[in-house]
C-alpha cells in the first residue's frame, strides 16, 4: 500500500508543479492562449491565478517535505486533502463554462489527491 501511495503522490506531485509553475511563471493571457484546456483562466484575475498556483506548490511541498523529513507527517494527508479542494473548485468551474470535455482530467486529479489522503489518515501511515 505504501508503495501505491507514493506512487500517487508522484503523480500528484508532477501535476502540480507543471500545473502550479505555469499559473506563477506565466501571465494570464500566455496562458489562456495555450489551447482550449486552459480557458477557465479568462474568468480569473491575474492575482487570482497566482494564488492558486502558489496554493498548488505548497500543495506539492506538503506531500513530500513532511514524509521527507518526518517532521508532522499528518500534514501530508491535509495537504492531499487541500490538493483535492482545488480540484473540486476546478470541476465546478469547468462545469460553469460548459467544458465538460475537460473535467474528466480534474476527476481524475481528485480521485488520486483523495487516494492519497485516505491512505495517509490511516495508521501508521508511513511505516519504518
Known amino acids: 500500500m505504501n508503495v501505491a501511495l507514493w506512487i500517487a503522490t508522484g503523480l500528484l506531485v508532477v501535476a502540480f508543479v507543471i500545473a502550479g509553475g505555469g499559473k506563477l511563471l506565466m501571465p494570464k493571457e500566455k496562458i489562456a492562449a495555450t489551447g482550449d484546456a486552459s480557458r477557465w483562466v479568462e474568468d480569473f484575475s491575474p492575482g487570482a491565478l497566482k494564488?492558486?498556483?502558489?496554493?498548488?506548490?505548497?500543495?506539492?511541498?506538503?506531500?513530500?517535505?513532511p514524509a521527507a523529513l518526518d517532521i508532522a507527517p499528518v500534514l501530508v494527508p491535509l495537504a492531499a486533502i487541500g490538493l483535492?479542494?482545488?480540484?473540486?473548485g476546478a470541476v465546478i468551474t469547468r462545469i460553469r463554462r460548459h467544458e465538460f470535455k475537460f473535467v474528466g482530467g480534474n476527476l481524475v486529479l481528485l480521485a488520486v489527491a483523495g487516494f492519497v489522503a485516505w491512505g495517509r489518515l490511516r495508521p501508521p501511515s508511513f511505516p519504518r
Open 84 to 88: 483535492a479542494m482545488i480540484m473540486v
Open 51 to 65: 494564488a492558486i498556483g502558489a496554493l498548488e506548490l505548497l500543495g506539492v511541498m506538503g506531500l513530500i517535505l
